[in-house]
């Protein structure tokens, strides 16, 4: 009943706006009280609009009211603090559905601070007081709060799992160690957590060298794009000045030869006019002579015609040949011919040195490709793990060894219907998809086995070229016969000579177009190598011809 008188009296004497126990309370006109800062800072908000409101009861109050403290609400809450009245928890210190809950509150519980794995419970900040004030507690081991208290508790034996067994790699209790544990390797959970940390340490030690390396590579890569950019830049100004200089010199070009033009064709007209001129002068006079004849023709008097006629001038010569030939017209249309045809040779030599200035520009490569490894040791710095899918393979493949190794058996196995899965071929893919540097080793037990690449979207259903690896513009493959190896992509084989072994490697760099398949042994023997462009990510694959043959993709790491 006291307790609940409390909670009452909590709830009366807490700020609504920050759910505290007041401080400085202050009342306003409509009657509600708060804590003077809390009511202040809600007001200052509220500046702006010029109007001030109650936050329960929402009066509005014009001008700013000016609050004085309340007394007696002070007095009371001292008196009050007297007898046993605290704080209530803010809401956020309560805990949430996220939250680890103290195992020791009742009612509405707070959140934890710490859980001890000792105790397997976990504690407020007021119910953690004993492990850290009591000497019997405080050897404890106090953790960040966990849920997961419980899994530290053995199943069977209902103790803490304290100890570690090496051998089965699990945590059991000290029961476990006498009972099903017992002649096992075991050693306690410290002791063993103590190894793991140590084996961590050096993990972190290799990621954060590579951390380092990667930041080191980024900050070259950065400079390296800057260069890019900036030499980018650079080569377009350049190439824009060097055109534009063209361009004035073609528009220069086109100037001379306009102003040759017009002065060939003043020249001309003023020719042809000047004869024009003479000609018209010639027919003038030619007319007047003309008149006078007619004149001389009309006389009557025989004896009048005669005495003039001798009297007449002779005809002088025409100042102008008898036959002016008008040649046809074609004038400066040769002119015309013959820039067309600096025009053509001008596109011939654009085109040609286009195709060139592409093709200097389409071998900018910033990432230079790697050069390929030599000793297995550096092979295996691209090691890929592969693991086969099992909805692609084939119902008379059968795999095993965490799906790295398959086998081809007289049995149908009970796969399900999948789209994925090859139904005329004996073949399987692998899971992963490669689009980087890669390197894997294949384990071939006898002849008749494929080891190929190939893009995902190869047929998968029935038993056409189409489907199978090496037939078509797909996949690649190398055919190991048993005591020989052929080469196979596009149905067109090739003979490969070399020593034969057991184990196939296979090096990849995408996007270099580099596809090597290796005889692997004391030495890399390459067996055959593929320059092409892939333009898809590739999938390694195995196939089968006969049953009892196997295949396996060798750990590598």
């Known amino acids: 009943m006291a307790q609940q008188e409390l909670q009452l009296d909590r709830e009366r004497f807490c700020c609504s706006i920050c759910l505290d126990l007041l401080r400085d309370p202050v009342t306003t006109v409509c009657g509600h009280s708060y804590c003077l800062s809390c009511i202040n800072s809600h007001w200052d908000k509220g500046e702006e609009r010029g109007s001030y409101s109650c936050p329960q009861c929402r009066e509005t109050f014009t001008p700013r009211p000016v609050l004085r403290r309340n007394t007696m609400l002070a007095d009371s809450l001292e008196e009050l603090k007297k007898t046993g009245l605290q704080a209530a928890p803010a809401d956020h210190c309560y805990a949430g559905p996220e939250d680890v809950a103290c195992d020791v509150c009742t009612g509405r519980k707070l959140k934890a601070l710490k859980s001890c794995l000792n105790c397997l419970a976990s504690y407020c900040e007021k119910h953690l007081q004993p492990h850290l004030q009591s000497a019997p507690f405080k050897k404890h081991k106090l953790v960040e709060p966990s849920e997961k208290l419980q899994e530290n508790i053995c199943s069977r034996h209902d103790e803490v799992m304290k100890i570690f067994c090496r051998t089965d790699q699990q945590c059991i209790c000290y029961l476990c160690s006498v009972d099903e544990h017992k002649d096992h390797d075991t050693v306690s959970a410290a002791a063993e957590r103590t190894e793991r940390e140590r ?270 690896f090496g037939y078509n513009d797909k996949s690649w493959m190398l055919y190991c016969h048993g005591n020989s190896y052929t080469f196979q992509y596009n149905s067109i084989q090739t003979p490969v000579s070399g020593p034969v072994s057991s184990r196939v490697g296979v090096y990849l760099d995408h996007r270099a177009g580099v596809l090597s398949f290796y005889r692997v042994s004391d030495t890399m023997t390459l067996l055959h190598r593929v320059q092409t462009t892939f333009t898809q990510p590739l999938y390694a694959g195995v196939r089968f011809y006969w049953y009892g043959k196997t295949a396996e993709f060798c750990k590598l790491k």
């Not at 290799?206 to 900050?219: A, G, L, P």
């Not at 001129?277 to 004849?293: A, F, G, P, S, V």
């Not at 297995?376 to 592969?386: H, M, P, T, V």
Request: aromatic fraction near 6%; charged fraction near 30%; proline fraction near 3%.
């Open 199 to 468: 084996e961590l340490g050096l993990r972190r030690q290799t990621i954060q060298q590579r951390v380092h390396d990667t930041e080191k590579d980024v900050k070259l890569l950065q400079q390296e794009e800057k260069a890019v950019n900036g030499s980018a830049d650079k080569a377009v100004e350049d190439s824009e000045e060097i055109f534009t200089e063209m361009i004035r010199l073609l528009e220069k070009r086109s100037s001379d030869v306009k102003q040759q033009i017009r002065s060939q064709q003043e020249t001309e007209v003023s020719r042809v006019r000047e004869l024009q001129e003479r000609l018209e002068q010639e027919i003038t006079e030619l007319k007047r002579k003309d008149q006078e004849l007619k004149q001389l023709s009309d006389t009557e008097d025989h004896n009048q015609f005669l005495h003039n006629y001798p009297s007449l001038p002779p005809l002088s010569g025409s100042t102008h040949s008898s036959s002016i030939r008008i040649r046809p017209l074609r004038y400066f249309e040769d002119v015309t011919a013959a820039v067309s045809q600096v025009r053509g040779r001008l596109q011939d030599i654009l085109s040609e040195t286009e195709t060139k200035i592409l093709q200097i520009v389409s071998q900018v490569d910033v990432l230079l490709p790697q050069p390929e490894p030599e000793t297995r040791a550096d092979f295996l710095k691209y090691s890929q793990e592969i693991t086969l899918d099992p909805n692609t393979a084939h119902k008379y493949l059968l795999l095993s060894e965490g799906n790295r190794k398959v086998t081809c058996v007289n049995k149908e196995q009970s796969y399900s219907d999948h789209p994925d899965r090859f139904t005329g071929s004996w073949q399987v893919l692998s899971r992963e998809s490669l689009t980087e540097h890669c390197y894997w080793e294949v384990e071939v037990g006898g002849g008749g086995v494929d080891v190929a690449v190939t893009y995902k979207n190869i047929s998968r259903a029935g038993n056409s070229d189409e489907c199978r």
